[in-house]
């Protein structure tokens, strides 16, 4: 089957009628990365595209409370922006190592969710930062929570009039003391596919642990929060005991399988390994800034 026709949107609430009114078969397309694939593989048709690129959905912007960010703004925008390398580190470093740098100058936050793949690597950071997800159906909007999006390897929420318009992240409050990582495994340097990745996002007060989100991608259907391991550290220090603790439990939030990149088996270990790591990166973070607020008062007294 062969696109028979391409239509443009100019404006978002175009794109969102062009997409109620479809017929079956019609796609959208905006980097196209995933799609071109798809399409000259066979694993997807399409008679229509829908070009979302002249849509004015490509904005992120910053205020007091969140950063919006437009479905079709670029991976490569997302890895350049200040505010969400400032505010939101594990989005930061997913966009800044997904696939190469040509990939994304084209792929965009919208397809890399839409796809639905278990491994994409800006979900599980949008995981741990409780994301919430701009839909429009015609004139109707509605916002859907990221950890209600996925039901399946590449399936979601959305019906064939849906369209996903804009991704919300909220803030932490400064007082919050907001921490977070992204830890990915692949095995080639460049263009990877993800063995398993991982996002922490940490928020502290007074020392402990006062709410923490643990996202793990490519170990099930969908990308999962590991909510054993998130329980046991509510209330905790970050002690070792404590971070060996969770990581042992999120080994048991997950259902891993065999798969051409890797076993269940390694899978797991590499999620015990991650977490891990991504605590114990986070409490050097937190016990190194301990330190110098400590050597700074002293030096005022």
């Not at 909007?141 to 996925?150: A, L």
Request: one cysteine or more; a positive charge.
């Amino acid at each position: 089957m062969f696109v028979q026709s391409v239509v443009r949107a100019r404006s978002e609430v175009e794109a969102a009628w062009l997409v109620y009114e479809g017929k079956p078969a019609t796609r959208l397309i905006a980097g196209g990365t995933d799609l071109m694939l798809q399409l000259r593989r066979g694993q997807r048709q399409a008679l229509a595209l829908i070009d979302l690129r002249r849509s004015g959905m490509d904005h992120i912007l910053e205020n007091e409370h969140a950063i919006c960010i437009g479905a079709t703004a670029t991976v490569a925008a997302l890895a350049q922006h200040p505010g969400i390398r400032a505010h939101f580190p594990a989005l930061h470093t997913a966009a800044a190592t997904l696939a190469s740098q040509q990939i994304r100058n084209l792929a965009t936050i919208g397809g890399n969710i839409c796809n639905a793949s278990p491994a994409a690597d800006l979900v599980t950071p949008l995981l741990a930062y409780d994301a919430v997800l701009r839909v429009r159906r015609g004139d109707d909007v509605r916002e859907v929570p990221v950890d209600r999006f996925f039901t399946g390897p590449g399936q979601h929420v959305l019906t064939q009039q849906d369209l996903l318009v804009e991704v919300v992240v909220s803030k932490p409050l400064p007082s919050e003391g907001e921490r977070s990582r992204f830890l990915k495994l692949g095995f080639r340097g460049a263009q990877v596919i993800a063995v398993v990745n991982a996002a922490v996002s940490l928020r502290l007060r007074r020392g402990l642990v006062a709410e923490t989100h643990i996202a793990l991608g490519a170990v099930a259907p969908t990308a999962v929060r590991a909510i054993s391991a998130e329980r046991l550290l509510r209330g905790e220090k970050l002690t070792p005991e404590a971070i060996a603790a969770a990581a042992e439990a999120a080994v048991d939030d997950i259902s891993p399988i065999d798969d051409v990149r890797s076993t269940a088996g390694y899978r797991r270990r590499v999620v015990r390994n991650f977490v891990r790591l991504a605590l114990e990166e986070i409490a050097a973070q937190v016990a190194a800034e301990t330190a110098h607020g400590s050597q700074r008062s002293r030096s005022r007294a």
